[in-house]
């Protein structure tokens, strides 16, 4: 059963998108992804929202909402969808299912939802490339399979742009550090917890780490071109 929301600009910095995909990818596989595979979602989000300044309702994916029987389905209507249709872009209006997008809470709900489709439902062909970090790869063979209709190569230009970036920003370094001192603070949360020795255990913090600037300003020249 679907249940409409209202849209929401929910902008996501390139940090966020990675500690995100961090906590995600270790909830479903058990382990820390490699920075390569990393770098290959990384580039597709950049792609898809613009580094996270055109992200709705967490929806880090751009993923469209399928009706399901017995289960409520939240999504949101996003004005100004386009596709191409017979190599003409086509406006779709928001009373189209064709503009109707899944809608999540959190960040990391929606991340753990895009992993999930790429890994193990309609683009799992493609997961192998995301594990080679093979941006061209992964590239062609999503849009073989329907994720994408725009041009190939203009699709697969902007995600090796995000990529060289991403490889270079050292978003990975402190994604793996602040993951080792969350697994750290968890232990001793746990011996806090269950130490006899303790009669009060008081809430225990991680310092948040400054956010990098975000790199679409950087990048709005290109994509006008």
Not at 95 to 124: I, K
Request: a positive charge; charged letters at 20%.
């Amino acid at each position: 059963m679907l249940k409409k929301v209202d849209l929401v600009k929910t902008q996501c910095t390139s940090q966020d998108f990675v500690y995100a995909l961090f906590s995600a990818w270790t909830k479903l596989f058990g382990q820390y992804p490699s920075k390569e595979a990393v770098g290959v979602v990384f580039a597709q989000w950049g792609i898809e929202t613009g580094a996270g300044q055109a992200c709705w309702n967490w929806n880090v994916g751009n993923y469209k909402v399928r009706d399901k029987a017995g289960v409520e389905v939240k999504y949101f209507a996003l004005p100004g969808t386009w596709e191409i249709i017979g190599d003409k872009k086509v406006i779709i209006p928001t009373s189209d299912p064709g503009s109707w997008f899944l809608a999540f809470d959190t960040c990391t709900e929606g991340m753990t939802v895009h992993l999930n489709f790429l890994a193990n439902q309609r683009y799992a062909p493609a997961w192998k490339y995301v594990l080679s970090g093979d941006v061209a790869g992964f590239s062609k063979r999503i849009r073989q399979l329907g994720y994408y209709t725009a041009s190939e190569q203009d699709y697969t230009k902007g995600m090796n742009y995000y990529f060289r970036w991403y490889m270079k920003s050292g978003l990975y370094e402190e994604a793996t550090r602040n993951a080792a001192a969350k697994i750290e603070s968890q232990k001793v949360r746990d011996v806090l917890y269950t130490s006899p020795d303790f009669s009060y255990t008081p809430e225990l913090s991680n310092e948040e780490l400054p956010k990098p600037k975000t790199i679409w300003q950087s990048v709005k020249s290109w994509f006008q071109k």
